[in-house]
């Protein structure tokens, strides 16, 4: 069999891009869990300073290492992605995850899992609007802190070294499993903190990650993924604090249900684009 000079070219390129997205998996998820695990053992999580404090530094390891990373390999800004992305992707990108929402949120209402939401939690119609629309803002740029490593960084070399499809979905499961030392304080289920490290955080890693490469696949941009991640972090968030749970652990179930139903259209939606590309 004749090997070509680009295909000798191509499968170097695949090795050093899978040894380069090793290196940052095995960097960010020890730093992150040493710090996280060592930080919420020492401190009390659940003190609002403390939470904010561990969360911020938490957030912005990727980041960090990405940022430092990239210089150390001669990067620039356009490699960790800093594009500025088409008028629709964005749109759709902010989109997704309130319609997502709505439609859970909606179906544990109707099965008596949740209540119907409470605006009056936050406060005045006024204090509403606010948090709504300049909450958003301020949540992406701390998003900005995971997306420089997970979407700058990373996900180009895992695609480059794993392949588009199989790529994706181990950056989903690194990104998931990344939550472990928050997600074992019970960060969203106090009751089932177990179910949240090993399945539902897992399940939205993975989720999250094949939306955000469709929703970007013409010309990623880092700032699709910021801008998805915080629609699901802050209008998500509003939205489960405005509703209260009657039951967690089919809260629980409901969300990871729909999670496996996100997983199983976008994958297949993203398998059709990089077949259709390659």
């Known amino acids: ?5 680009n295909g000798i070219t191509a499968l170097a390129s695949s090795g050093i891009s899978a040894l380069k997205a090793k290196k940052f998996i095995v960097l960010v998820l020890g730093i992150s869990w040493l710090f996280g695990f060592t930080s919420t053992a020492l401190f009390d999580f659940f003190d609002p300073i403390s939470n904010a404090v561990i969360m911020i530094i938490f957030a912005f390891i990727p980041a960090t290492l990405g940022l430092i990373i990239n210089k150390k390999e001669g990067g620039s800004w356009k490699d960790l992605k800093f ?3 088409s008028l629709k992707a964005a749109f759709v990108a902010i989109l997704i995850p309130i319609l997502f929402f709505g439609i859970v949120i909606s179906t544990q209402i109707y099965l ?3 209540l119907m939401p409470n605006w009056s939690k936050i406060g005045s119609p006024l204090m509403i609007v606010l948090i709504l629309i300049v909450g ?3 949540t992406a740029l701390l998003i900005m802190g995971e997306e420089i490593g997970w979407r700058g960084y990373l996900q180009e070399k895992l695609m480059i070294g794993c392949g588009s499809f199989k790529g994706i979905f181990i950056l989903g499961l690194v990104w998931g499993i990344w939550h472990m030392p928050i997600a074992l304080q019970g960060y969203n289920f106090p009751d089932h903190p177990y179910i949240e490290a090993f399945i539902t955080y897992p399940l939205v890693g993975v989720a999250l ?6 929703v970007g696949f013409n010309r990623y941009s880092i700032f699709i993924g910021v801008l998805l991640h915080a629609s699901n972090n802050h209008f998500g968030g509003t939205l489960l604090a405005v509703t209260e749970t009657q039951n967690e652990f089919n809260h629980a179930m409901i969300f ?4 496996v139903v996100i997983i199983s259209i976008f994958g297949y939606l993203w398998w059709k684009k990089v077949s259709a590309k390659g």
């Open 112 to 114: 008596d899992v949740r």
């Open 83 to 85: 594009f500025k992305p």
């Open 209 to 214: 990650s094949l939306i955000i490469a469709f």
């Open 1 to 5: 069999m004749k090997t070509t000079k």
């Open 256 to 259: 990871n249900f729909f999670y």
């Open 136 to 138: 958003y803002p301020i």
